[in-house]
């Protein structure tokens, strides 16, 4: 499917889920539905190149994604990628019920569609290195989440330390714009963002923006230091909300960061301004989630 026009404001590649939760519900999930769900009421034209297996919430999701987002390019999987969910008092633990396919966008969108900005945000490794030369937006960004973690069918997921990461992926990665990961992602580096930061840059080199949410606790980014970088910079978040789930929430932070004009030589000033607008949108987002 070609959307009217081929110009999106961001394309996101990535697979939906389904998220089994302790109560015996579940729900679809991924990247891709978080962002469109948020971007759309925004006025975002956005697309996503995404796989999904034939669970009614899948079937349900790709409705609502044809609702939400100018262009949905999938391909139907055997099965869609799930996870069970349970809360500790550490935290959210995961376990990987089923590996999805490998998605790829088809031919069509391959050649014809263009973005502002190219997202990949796989959830369970799920992108494959080959399809990180593709270059269908002015910016490249990547979620590390989808590589960081194990992916043991029916095993609780551990967070895998960067040399795992399979080193194409890592290859690639070092061209890109802006490299997005969480404090739970990178806690086989060590449990303080700035030191996870350290080795995000030690592995990708000085070409990426890289930022490390921590949920409640804020970001940090790290600028290359070609563009003026030097040590780590925090941004809090506008406000806290207690009460409501966070899933998603770095999703929509990395979309509101890329979308929207950028210079060719993006300062610290710049990107502490647009980490600090796309928090304020998150912080929308789960008020919104709170009242529904």
């Not at 194409?168 to 070092?174: G, M, W």
């Amino acid at each position: 499917m070609t959307p009217d026009s081929p110009e999106l404001d961001l394309l996101v590649v990535g697979a939906l889920t389904i998220d089994r939760l302790a109560d015996g519900t579940a729900a679809a999930g991924g990247s891709v539905l978080h962002i469109c769900r948020a971007t759309a009421p925004r006025g975002l034209r956005v697309g996503v190149v995404t796989g999904a297996g034939p669970e009614p919430e899948a079937v349900a999701a790709l409705a609502e994604l044809r609702e939400l987002a100018a262009l949905v390019d999938w391909s139907e999987q055997p099965a869609t990628i799930s996870f069970r969910h349970r809360d500790a008092p550490e935290g959210r633990r995961l376990w990987l019920g089923r590996r999805g396919d490998p998605v790829a966008p088809s031919s069509d969108t391959r050649d014809q569609v263009t973005a502002g900005a190219l997202l990949f945000a796989p959830v369970a490794g799920e992108v494959p290195a080959e399809l990180l030369t593709w270059d269908a937006g002015q910016r490249r960004a990547a979620i590390l989440q989808g590589w960081l973690r194990s992916l043991e069918e029916g095993e609780e997921i551990q967070p895998l330390p960067l040399a795992a990461v399979p080193e194409p992926v890592t290859d690639a990665l070092r061209d890109f714009d802006l490299l997005v990961a969480s404090r739970e992602d990178l806690l086989a580096e060590g449990a303080d963002p700035r030191v996870q930061l350290e080795a995000l840059r030690g592995a990708v080199g000085s070409g990426p923006t890289l930022v490390v949410t921590d949920g409640p606790g804020g970001a940090w980014i790290d600028v290359p230091p070609a563009t003026g970088g030097g040590d780590p910079i925090h941004v809090a978040v506008p406000r806290r909300l207690e009460g409501v789930s966070s899933v998603g929430a770095g999703d929509v932070l990395t979309a509101f960061v890329l979308t929207g004009e950028w210079p060719r030589r993006p300062t610290t000033s710049f990107l502490v301004d647009r980490t600090r607008l796309a928090m304020a949108v998150v912080a929308d987002v789960l008020e919104e989630r709170r009242r529904s």
